[in-house]
């Protein structure tokens, strides 16, 4: 026997019907998206690596540690990207979309990080993210936290909090960060390795450790809203006063940093209150108003979030069997059989899921309806009987019930069990 292969560490296989329940996802995303006036845009998975490390920030632990970067024929390096707001941002100016005022975007697809795998936390993983560039106002970055809760709502995800912060700009962040960084010196012995080494380099992301002894150390830091300049505090309050219009729910958290340096002012999670363990950020996003200029465009504000899917979908019920996969399944007596081929090509032509026994060998009706009973609830029955009179019979499995249709208004009539995505 030849050799068998597995799939890579923290790579998975989505296989039916996981992979029909992302499609459900995916069709209800995209749809309410579209009714929020974003509009898809397709990502190429590989990008030049320093589109990434000035992009997301070369000191980032998503940047230092956790991308996979090769160099390719020529000696150039490049990187499968680990995000998806650096990579449209560079599209969004190498098709000159700025000249065409505000765009609502959005892509969905895989994204890589060499991360530690866990429940919810793999190498590779699917994202569904919005960029919204040209809006300056705080009425966008609410408008996209309320298209995510009625997303939530749709798919019936109920424990989902949104925690907000404002990371400040350009001009008050400064400030903050010195001051986190002078109360961290007076505390360092206390933090993990990692916290340690990151009190001069980037103090705000100590705030986001998950060690126990980080986070009772920093209880007392400073908060970056005590921080905020005149101008990130009305955006601030701006946000709110939106999120309260729409009757978006949420709680403030000073700790929310992010592992991107790109944020200014808003930055936002919607955070899973069980279901997924250590892993619950379901959501997360934010504005990065100096994020076009620094990949060399304009100064175009922007904001945006991506959702993870595997997050997501861990969150929804586990689609149990195949059960109700087809519409219909076709059966036919032996001398019916090229009749049920050209019924069945006719049936799929009005958009019914339908299969019927399709190898050369006869089956018996009985056979035929063990088969039909492991992937559909109804049944089709061509008959020479019922041939005769121009008549097919319909039959539900489950109940029992049995009806005799004539052949010209069958087809119109039969309608498919749930939509077809
Ligand atoms: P992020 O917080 O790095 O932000 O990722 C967003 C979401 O992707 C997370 O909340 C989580 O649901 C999912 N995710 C991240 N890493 C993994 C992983 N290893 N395994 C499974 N799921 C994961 C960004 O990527 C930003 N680009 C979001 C954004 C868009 N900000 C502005 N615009």
Same mark, same amino acid.
């Given at each position: ?5 597995? %799939? ?11 992979? &029909? ?5 995916? &069709? @209800? ?12 845009? *397709? ?5 030049? +690596?320093?589109?990434?490390?000035? =992009? ?12 996979? $970067? ?13 995000? !998806? $707001? ?14 065409? =005022? ?6 969905? !697809? ?5 991360? *530690?795998?866990?429940? =919810? ?13 040209? /809006? ?39 400030? #903050? ?9 007076? %505390?360092?012995? &206390? ?5 340690? *080494? ?12 998950? &060690? ?5 150390? +920093? ?28 009757? $978006? ?9 992010? !592992?991107?340096?790109? #944020? +200014?002012? +808003?930055?936002?999670? /919607? ?52 059960? !109700? ?6 059966? /036919?007596?032996? =001398? ?20 019927? #026994? ?7 009706? @009985?056979?035929?309806? @063990? ?48 939509? %077809?995505?």
């Amino acid at each position: 026997m030849s050799k068998r292969y597995s %799939v890579i560490k923290g790579f998975r296989d989505i296989l039916p019907p996981e992979s &029909e329940q992302w499609q459900q996802i995916e &069709e @209800k995303a995209r749809r309410l998206f579209q009714c929020f006036g974003f509009r898809e845009v *397709r990502l190429p998975i590989l990008e030049s +690596t320093e589109l990434f490390s000035r =992009g997301i920030g070369a000191a980032t632990d998503i940047v230092a540690k956790e991308m996979y $970067t090769f160099a390719d024929r020529k000696g150039r390096s490049i990187s499968l990207r680990p995000e !998806g $707001t650096a990579s449209l941002v560079r599209a969004y100016l190498e098709a000159n979309l700025e000249q065409r =005022g505000p765009q609502k975007l959005f892509y969905a !697809g895989p994204m890589f990080r060499y991360e *530690r795998p866990q429940k =919810g936390r793999y190498r590779q993983f699917y994202q569904l993210g919005v960029e919204a560039l040209g /809006y300056s106002g705080p009425a966008v970055d609410a408008e996209i936290m309320a298209m995510l809760r009625l997303l939530f709502e749709q798919l019936e995800v109920k424990k989902a909090v949104l925690e907000i912060n404002s990371l400040g700009c350009r001009e008050c962040r400064p400030a #903050y960060r010195e001051k986190l960084a002078a109360f961290l010196r007076g %505390v360092k012995a &206390e933090l993990c390795e990692d916290s340690q *080494r990151r009190v001069e380099d980037n103090p705000l992301r100590v705030l986001d450790c998950k &060690e126990e002894k980080c986070r009772a150390v +920093t209880a007392d830091a400073p908060s970056v809203l005590d921080f905020l300049c005149e101008a990130c505090r009305a955006h601030f309050e701006g946000l709110k006063k939106y999120l309260d219009l729409w009757e $978006t729910l949420y709680q403030e958290n000073p700790r929310i940093v992010r !592992g991107l340096d790109y #944020y +200014t002012r +808003t930055a936002f999670e /919607y955070l899973a209150e069980d279901g997924l363990g250590a892993q619950n950020a379901i959501a997360a996003g934010g504005r990065y108003d100096g994020l076009v200029e620094e990949l060399g465009g304009p100064a175009v504000p922007g904001v945006g979030f991506a959702m993870g899917l595997e997050r997501l979908a861990l969150l929804l019920p586990k689609v149990k069997s195949e059960e !109700g996969l087809l519409d219909y399944f076709l059966v /036919y007596t032996p =001398g019916m059989r090229e009749a049920a081929l050209k019924w069945l090509m006719n049936l799929r032509r009005n958009n019914l899921r339908v299969e019927m #026994y399709l190898e050369e060998e006869p089956k018996s009706l @009985k056979a035929q309806l @063990k088969l039909a009973a492991k992937s559909a609830e109804r049944l089709i029955i061509l008959g020479e009987d019922e041939q005769a009179r121009g008549k097919v019979i319909i039959k539900n499995l489950k109940t029992g019930r049995q009806e005799e249709l004539s052949q010209e208004d069958a087809i119109s009539s039969l309608k498919p069990q749930r939509e %077809v995505i």
